[in-house]
């Protein structure tokens, strides 16, 4: 009868060490989803090389970060959006992620955003992001809207502005970004950038390209993406 109390007690004991790993064990993590960057009119992929730096600080593999290069030229809708669903496409291929990440300066939030809208891409995008976009365009485009496609599509009021504004600016279940600059040279209006529906954050006074070397932009962008 005396050994039925220490007999207990070593049962309980044991219990309570093979329990502990379980309890102890750290939570898997989360396979990265890859960020496509998407560069402005008259650019290349490479304009995202600061912006990329930072990326990997914070921790992203460097085969998670892509960047889309296109002839800003052409039109929108017609041409860049189904090219640009094709590369979507070949990064999830590539990386086995059924999702993506897009962060889009200047007129490359165009293409990007008529592809979540229109091309079935609010349920692939998981964040989009805008760094000075023209959404609601840029009378500057006028200037070069009589022999340029890519600044049609710019203009305020154009088909595809109309377009992307009508039956809701941030569709689906995507969560949507822009950072604006009251300095921003190019979108004239600066007020062009925010969306009805996502979060609009003001980068205080920057030139238009330095949104995309921006320290505070970037951290910004980052800490959007792990909402």
């Given at each position: 009868m005396r050994l039925a109390p220490a007999a207990t007690a070593l049962a309980l004991l044991a219990g309570t060490i093979a329990l502990a790993p379980s309890a102890q064990a750290a939570p898997a993590a989360a396979a990265p989803v890859p960020v496509v960057f998407v560069h402005g009119r008259n650019a290349d992929p490479g304009v995202w090389g600061t912006m990329k730096d930072r990326f990997k600080q914070a921790g992203y593999p460097d085969g998670e970060l892509f960047a889309w290069g296109y002839d800003?030229?052409?039109?929108?809708?017609?041409?860049?959006?189904?090219?640009?669903?094709?590369?979507?496409?070949?990064?999830?291929?590539?990386?086995?992620?059924?999702?993506?990440?897009i962060v889009a300066h200047s007129q490359g939030s165009l293409p990007t955003r008529w592809y979540v809208k229109f091309g079935g891409g609010t349920n692939v995008v998981r964040h989009w992001v805008s760094l000075g976009g023209p959404n609601h365009g840029t009378s500057l485009a006028w200037a070069c809207a009589i022999w340029d496609q890519g600044c049609r599509d710019?203009?305020?009021?154009?088909?595809?502005?109309?377009?992307?504004?009508?039956?809701?600016?941030?569709?689906?279940?995507?969560?949507?970004?822009?950072?604006?600059?009251?300095?921003?040279?190019?979108?004239?209006?600066?007020?062009?950038?925010?969306?009805?529906?996502?979060?609009?954050?003001?980068a205080g006074c920057l030139a238009h390209n330095d949104l995309l070397t921006d320290a505070p932009t970037a951290q910004g962008v980052l800490d959007f993406l792990k909402r």
């Open positions: 800003s030229s052409r039109s929108t809708n017609e041409v860049l959006a189904g090219q640009f669903a094709a590369y979507v496409d070949s990064v999830r291929a590539q990386t086995g992620s059924s999702q993506v990440d710019m203009t305020p009021n154009s088909y595809v502005e109309s377009h992307l504004a009508s039956g809701g600016e941030t569709p689906g279940p995507t969560k949507y970004a822009t950072f604006w600059s009251h300095c921003d040279e190019f979108i004239l209006p600066n007020s062009s950038v925010p969306l009805s529906g996502a979060v609009n954050t003001d």
